[in-house]
């Protein structure tokens, strides 16, 4: 019914910028308190940022608040991650989903940070 689509991960170096998008298909998620997880590798999933359906309030990891932040676009149907001074400690997997997982886990995205 829906299918999450993570994108822009990639290779950053320490200090560097990268910004995650999300797209989910079958229907809108603008109804929906959206967030981002990672999992690193050995780790369990973690929650990394939330945010409401208006976008009036969002929420952050400890680890990140500071340099991420979360945004959502629903006339288009997008969530994204502006993921400012990198860290090594950011590589992982990066995943969008409600906080309470409403959805099937899409295959994530790629983040990888270099020292």
């Known amino acids: 019914q829906v299918r999450l689509v993570e994108s822009g991960g990639g290779l950053a170096q320490a200090g560097g910028s990268l910004r995650l998008s999300c797209t989910a298909s079958g229907r809108a998620f603008s109804a929906y308190t959206m967030g981002w997880f990672r999992r690193a590798p050995g780790k369990e999933r973690e929650f990394v940022a939330s945010?409401?359906?208006?976008?009036?309030?969002?929420n952050y990891a400890d680890s990140v608040k500071g340099r991420f932040t979360i945004s959502r676009d629903n006339a288009k149907n997008t969530l994204y991650l502006q993921m400012n001074s990198l860290k090594p400690e950011d590589t992982a997997v990066y995943y969008c989903n409600t906080p309470a997982y409403s959805f099937h886990w899409g295959q994530g995205t790629q983040v990888t940070v270099s020292s």
């Open positions: 945010i409401t359906w208006s976008g009036a309030s969002t």
